[in-house]
């Protein structure tokens, strides 16, 4: 057990919903990152928050949103959702705001679009 | 475009041999990397990383080697072990990562008996 813990583990709607992933950060992380892998990609990274404030934006979509609340934990927004948008959704903690000691990831929720 | 470039999708090596992991990447802004270890259905874990101001880093059997006048990183397991069969990535970052991690997609390692 990493510390991360991400919920729901797996995830299966229909195409034009909208869905949400939570995560929980270790304890002490105040930093919460947000990656997607797809099928044979590496992990693409979607966005950072840094103690309930939005820190970096990576490669998001507009129909994506995330937000990081008082008590740390953070949940990842898809919305109009498409069948591309099928992935793996990664979670990852850290104390500060780099990672020069790597992060800490979840375990994902794959996230399947029929 | 892709930043980091793991070219070998998979890798098979003998129990106590070598396993050289390899990774090239394009961005010369890029001043940190580290390498991730993801066994099925769990998150990638940290496993070693290097700083561009070093040139070789290690941790037990784990030696990162990193060429930048190449754009070049490799990750050397001696001697290689079962526990050590899953996917490893690549990963990179500039100025301390507060924008994130590129990663590569990642080298199926295979270590046979």
């Known amino acids: 057990d990493s510390g991360v813990t991400q919920t729901p583990k797996h995830l299966i709607t229909a195409t034009g919903q909208r869905v949400t992933l939570r995560c929980s950060p270790r304890?002490?992380?105040?930093?919460v990152y947000w990656y997607q892998q797809s099928l044979d990609q590496g992990l693409q990274f979607l966005i950072q928050?840094?103690?309930?404030?939005?820190?970096a934006k990576g490669n998001i979509l507009e129909r994506f949103s995330a937000q990081q609340f008082p008590d740390l934990h953070s949940e990842l927004n898809l919305s109009s959702l498409e069948l591309g948008d099928s992935a793996l959704y990664f979670c990852?903690?850290?104390?500060?705001?780099?990672?020069?000691?790597?992060?800490?990831f979840g375990s994902g929720t794959r996230l399947t679009v029929v | 475009d892709q930043q980091v470039k793991q070219n070998s999708p998979s890798l098979s090596v003998q129990e106590g041999r070598i396993s050289i992991l390899n990774c090239d990447y394009t961005?010369?802004?890029?001043?940190?990397f580290l390498w991730y270890k993801k066994y099925p259905a769990e998150g990638p874990t940290f496993l070693i990383s290097?700083?561009?101001?070093?040139d070789k880093n290690e941790d037990g059997r784990f030696t990162v080697f990193l060429n930048k006048s190449a754009k070049h990183l490799s990750l050397h397991i001696v001697p290689s072990q079962p526990g050590d069969s899953a996917v490893y990535f690549c990963?990179?970052?500039?100025?301390?990562?507060?924008?994130?991690?590129?990663f590569g997609k990642g080298t199926h390692l295979i270590i046979q008996p």
């Open positions: 990852a903690s850290s104390a500060g705001t780099g990672n020069l000691y790597g992060y800490t």
């Open positions: 990963a990179a970052s500039v100025g301390g990562g507060a924008d994130g991690l590129t």
């Open positions: 961005n010369s802004m890029f001043d940190y």
């Open positions: 290097i700083s561009s101001i070093k």
């Open positions: 304890s002490g992380d105040l930093s």
């Open positions: 928050y840094y103690n309930g404030e939005e820190r």
